[in-house]
Nanobody, 120 residues
Framework: QVKVAESGGGPVQAGGSLRLSCVIS????????VSWYRRAPGKQREVVAS???????NYIESVKGRFTISRDHAKNTVFLAINTLNHEDTAVYFC??????????????WGHGTQVTVSS
């Protein structure tokens, strides 16, 4: 059983900062790629940042320079530092972790999300 739990969301004023955390726990010997997604009101879920097990990082254009994804391998924790928040960043943020379940397959586990609300 693998669990993914996000935290760190909340209300924040425009221009402010937050640091989201994602703890991946359970029967794990390795975590492959990790990603942060978000679902804004009335929109589909989109990936905002991803980090491979080898350290490759990708961001969507709208968050480049403001979002930073990182991970603590020893603690099976993934972070998303968000700076200079704007109203378009209001969304539920989800963590996704790809965990090997056999030598040739991995399964993507999701958390329940953490709400970020940006106000004026």
């Amino acid at each position: 059983q693998v669990k993914v739990a996000e935290s760190g969301g909340g209300p924040v004023q425009a221009g402010g900062s937050l640091r989201l955390s994602c703890v991946i726990s359970g029967d794990i010997y390795k975590i492959n790629d990790v990603s942060w997604y978000r679902r804004a009101p009335g929109k589909q879920r989109e990936v905002v940042a991803s980090l491979s097990s080898g350290g490759m990082v990708n961001y969507i254009e709208s968050v480049k320079g403001r979002f930073t994804i990182s991970r603590d391998h020893a603690k099976n924790t993934v972070f998303l530092a968000i700076n200079t928040l704007n109203h378009e960043d209001t969304a539920v943020y989800f963590c996704n972790a790809a965990v090997p379940v056999s030598p040739h397959y991995e399964y993507n586990y999701w958390g329940h999300g953490t709400q970020v609300t940006v106000s004026s």
